[in-house]
């Protein structure tokens, strides 16, 4: 069956004679809703349906406030739908789109598609059901956003954001509190490491838990781990063939040396660092693989383990005492940057390393000040040509700051919240933005059930 699509102002129906349903796609600021106003102001906007392969299946623009049609398309195949805002000078100042999805199948006669300013947060409709200090993330399904762990109140709870409906989803009880959250290669599943929600500090294990089946399957240490209390609380990087990794020597709690190998078939292995660290920075580059740095003032500053290796290389670098930063790679060969962190006290220097350096090796110091402030737990996501998101905490006031890193590391833009929070956790999202969940509010301590999300610009 063919219908044809309409926008009305800021709202598309999809409509057939001979069919009496009709589904609104309704573009929707969620709690911005002065982005199109917002200087400079958007001009025109234009509302795309794309096909699996990004070719443009319909388009049509218009001023914001006015008449869309954007004409007629089988309802039966994927699509996407985007839209677009630009400025007076044609500069794209909004954009949003929604996942891909066959509009027929929606359960709802309502697709919301948010849209927000781009280089900045912006919150979209509703918001979580509960909150979580620190949580742990995770996208199911390509598409729900996942956050349960940390501190507070039902730290074992799950608590989902569905980005079909940008509205909660119900979430059970877990059968761990999350310090760490794997998800499967299928993206169906995750393995949760942590305690037991009714003995919080008794030991660590592991869970595999099934969205699509239900099942629940506890597993055992594998050979050459003693428990999972040396790797749960571990940052998860994502390497190559659906293989995963949780790095204990990421974590501030206590020093490790094990990394946790999890392969597509859900099988798991330990890898061991030839030094234990504390608070090390951790990411993965095609070439040299897992790259772990820093977070020991005894031993090789940086050491690599190969995709298929079972023995991390050390790389002669000076010994690394920086805790807490985060290791991105600059889209250059073996190059990763470093972002964040304390040196004694003090932040630390914003540096480069070439990850398969194998002698005389020194890191390229290219901001002494760093990120401006002594700043801890950090992750960073490349966001572009020479272009880094550092989401951090502040190791005096525990507020959740982000920073850009642009120009290749030598200067830094802050980006603030739409609501500051302590405790946020990020996430990347389908969508390509970078989502910020849970967190309290500064002084009051107020549960912060909003979600954040960055678009790149």
Request: charged share 20%.
């Amino acid at each position: 069956m063919r219908r044809r699509l309409f926008a009305l102002a800021l709202s598309v129906l999809v409509s057939c004679s001979s069919d009496p349903r009709a589904i609104a796609i309704e573009v929707t600021l969620g709690h911005e809703d002065g982005a199109f106003g917002a200087a400079p102001p958007v001009t025109s906007v234009v509302v795309r349906a794309l096909a699996a392969n990004d070719a443009i299946v319909a388009s049509t623009t218009s001023e914001p406030g006015g008449t869309f049609d954007l004409g007629e398309f089988p309802l039966t195949e994927l699509v996407t739908i985007e839209v677009e805002g630009r400025d007076a000078l044609g500069e794209r100042r909004v954009h949003g789109r929604s996942l891909s999805l066959v509009l027929g199948e929606l359960a709802s006669d309502l697709l919301p598609v948010f849209a927000q300013r781009l280089g900045e947060f912006a919150r979209p409709p509703s918001e979580l059901e509960r909150t979580h200090f620190r949580g742990s993330t995770a996208v199911l399904g390509e598409r729900y956003l996942l956050v349960t762990g940390g501190e507070g109140e039902e730290p074992a709870r799950a608590t989902f954001y569905d980005l079909v409906s940008l509205g909660p989803a119900s979430g059970g009880t877990l059968p761990r509190v999350a310090e760490s959250l794997l998800p499967a290669a299928s993206g169906a599943a995750v393995l949760v490491l942590g305690p037991k929600p009714d003995a919080p500090d008794g030991p660590r294990g592991a869970t595999w838990l099934d969205f699509e089946s239900g099942y629940v399957t506890d597993v055992n240490p594998p050979e050459g781990l003693a428990s999972f209390d040396e790797v749960a609380g571990g940052a998860v990087v994502a390497g190559a063939n659906g293989v995963s990794y949780v790095v204990g020597a990421t974590r501030s709690s206590a020093p490790s040396s094990a990394v946790l190998v999890v392969a597509a078939d859900r099988t798991l292995s330990v890898a061991r660092l030839v030094t234990e660290r504390r608070a090390a920075a951790a990411s993965w580059l095609a070439g040299p693989g897992l790259i772990v740095a820093g977070g020991s003032s005894a031993g090789a500053g940086v050491e690599t383990l190969a995709p298929a290796g079972t023995a991390f290389a050390t790389r002669p670098y000076p010994p690394d005492a920086v805790s807490g930063a985060a290791a991105v790679p600059t889209g250059n060969a073996d190059e990763v940057l470093l972002v964040g962190g304390v040196d004694v006290g003090s932040p630390a220097a914003t540096r480069r390393l070439a990850a398969n350096c194998t002698s005389k090796c020194e890191p390229t110091i290219l901001e002494p000040g760093g990120l401006g402030l002594p700043l801890v737990r950090c992750s960073a996501y490349g966001v572009g040509p020479g272009s880094v998101l550092a989401v951090c905490e502040d190791a005096v006031t525990r507020e959740s700051r982000v920073s850009r890193v642009k120009d290749g590391g030598v200067s830094v833009e802050d980006i603030p919240l739409r609501e500051p929070r302590l405790g946020a956790t990020p996430l990347p999202t389908p969508l390509g933005t970078l989502a910020l969940l849970g967190g309290v509010a500064p002084g009051s301590g107020a549960a912060v059930k909003t979600i954040e999300l960055w678009a790149p610009p």
